[in-house]
């Protein structure tokens, strides 16, 4: 990736900039970047690989938007060094669907209306597959407390939530070998096992 | 925003962790050491910390732990996350204040990386961790150059984002000591929405026996210029079976060991309102199980 730094002379000369190289895996791809050390995980995310589905809300730590997964685990990539990315695996909302298909948690979002102008929705879904990912059969208040790092202020949450448990009830239809279309019409589907 | 330029190490060992903090050229206010980074990296991105050099400690091999020793003392490695301990079948079923308190740790996505031992370093007057440290009568373990040395957690803090460690030092763990009898307690916060810092959080731990309470702590979060401890308040209950005369006691007590401050979180008289409320809750819930226990 190529960065710009402003000559300021003797101050900082250009060969000053400490770089370091690091390998990680981004979607499945694995990649090597130079980074500069003060280069923040969300911005070699968007600017680095152009991957702009990661947004970055408030830059404070505060609103979810920028959730990717680290190994698995949600993360706010506006609070994580991109060279504390080396040597791990990070998936960011491009790799959620498939070349012909949405994941179902994407699909989720579009069947219950789970977003209304769509900026916290990439971090609401990655919130939501690192707790489907553990917690196959979550409850309404199961989702409720797994978001509850990501802001939203449009919706007033309650069709994210249904979104989410919409694409519970697929994955888990899917894993039974059913494939049907899940909670469809039905819209709560909150809770109804509540195996958590 | 980005933080202001530094040098970056990530060391493999502790014993190199500590050399490049002891090395002069980064001594003082220049080096910082990043676990979680969950708070370090927001103050860096604003400006208000701008260290020379940042030593990453999570390359750190052995450190994520957390576990009790057999005498029942609670161990708390530098990486262990907050989610760890939201999620640990070790404090569910031994140290009631800690385990309360972990899911009430920021919010979920902070939790997967910040740790308790950074929380306790970073001495936000506001952390959640300090209260029910400092209430466990805990303490924590530093490691520099001359080798390791504990330090109590209501001396770690020396005030407002201030530690007691040594330019050279590295918290490598926090330690709780074993109860005396069954412990019982818990830690409530009052937020405005999740994630945002306690306007009041109360963190009462005490071990009981047969009824009886044989040590009490009681800490105080957001309420002060720094982790208060509500000494007087714990030492009311020390000796005492869990009454209401005695809980609303201790309750007074810890309201006036309350320095809050109106500001935008609410009045001075609400939030010493509402620590003797969370006193009392918490005290009349471990009364009823002390009670259920002398039962049983």
Not at chain 2, 240 to 261: D, F, H, S
Request: with cysteine; aromatic share 4%; proline share 5%.
């Amino acid at each position: 990736m190529t960065t710009v730094y402003d000559d300021r002379g003797e101050q900082a000369a250009a060969t000053d900039v400490p770089l370091r190289r690091i390998a990680f895996t981004i979607n499945g791809a694995r990649k090597i970047a130079e980074v500069e050390p003060r280069l923040l995980l969300a911005h070699l995310i968007r600017r680095g690989l152009g991957l702009t589905g990661t947004h970055l809300g408030c830059d404070t730590t505060n609103c979810g938007a920028c959730t990717v997964l680290v190994d698995g685990k949600a993360v706010k990539s506006c609070t994580m060094l991109a060279v504390q990315a080396d040597g791990h695996e990070i998936t960011t909302v491009e790799g959620l669907a498939t070349a012909s298909e949405l994941h179902p948690l994407q699909e989720g979002f579009r069947q219950e209306h789970g977003l209304q102008c769509g900026f916290c929705t990439p971090g609401m879904m990655l919130s939501a597959k690192a707790l489907l990912d553990a917690n196959p059969s979550p409850t309404e208040e199961d989702v409720r407390w797994a978001l509850s790092g990501n802001l939203c202020r449009c919706t007033g949450y309650q069709n994210i939530v249904k979104s989410v448990l919409w694409a519970a009830d697929k994955l888990r239809a899917a894993g039974n070998g059913a494939g049907g279309e899940p909670g469809a019409g039905d819209g709560s589907g909150a809770g109804e096992d509540g195996s958590s | 925003m980005y933080p202001s330029r530094f040098r970056y190490e990530a060391p493999r060992s502790l014993t190199e962790a500590i050399g490049l903090l002891h090395t002069t050229e980064s001594a003082g206010d220049q080096a910082k050491v990043l676990a979680g980074g969950q708070s370090l990296v927001p103050l860096m991105k604003l400006r208000f910390a701008a260290p020379e050099l940042i030593v990453d400690i999570n390359n750190l091999p052995g450190l994520d732990y957390h576990r009790a020793d057999p005498d029942g003392t609670i161990r708390v490695g530098a990486l262990c996350r907050h989610a760890d301990l939201e999620h640990s079948a070790l404090l569910a079923s031994t140290q009631p204040t800690m385990a309360a308190a972990a899911p009430l740790i920021a919010d979920p996505i902070v939790r997967n990386r910040g740790t308790l031992v950074g929380s306790l370093c970073h001495a936000d007057p506001q952390g959640d961790w300090a209260s029910v440290v400092v209430a466990l009568g805990g303490s924590v373990v530093a490691q520099g150059p001359g080798g390791r040395r504990s330090i109590p957690a209501d001396a770690f803090v020396t005030g407002p984002f201030e530690n007691a460690l040594a330019p050279d030092e590295i918290a490598v763990e926090a330690v709780i000591p074993p109860p005396q009898g069954v412990p019982a307690g818990g830690y409530l916060k009052l937020e405005r929405r999740v994630g945002d810092f306690a306007t009041v959080g109360v963190a009462v731990a005490l071990d009981t026996a047969g009824g009886t309470v044989t040590r009490a702590g009681i800490a105080l979060t957001g309420v002060g210029g720094s982790t208060i401890a509500a000494t007087e308040a714990g030492q009311a209950l020390t000796g005492k079976v869990l009454t209401a005369e005695i809980i609303e006691q201790a309750a007074g007590l810890a309201a006036q060991a309350a320095r809050p401050r109106t500001d935008h979180r609410g009045s001075a008289e609400y939030k010493r309102h509402m620590v003797r409320t969370f006193v009392t809750r918490l005290l009349t819930r471990a009364g009823q199980a002390a009670e259920a226990e002398r039962a049983a």
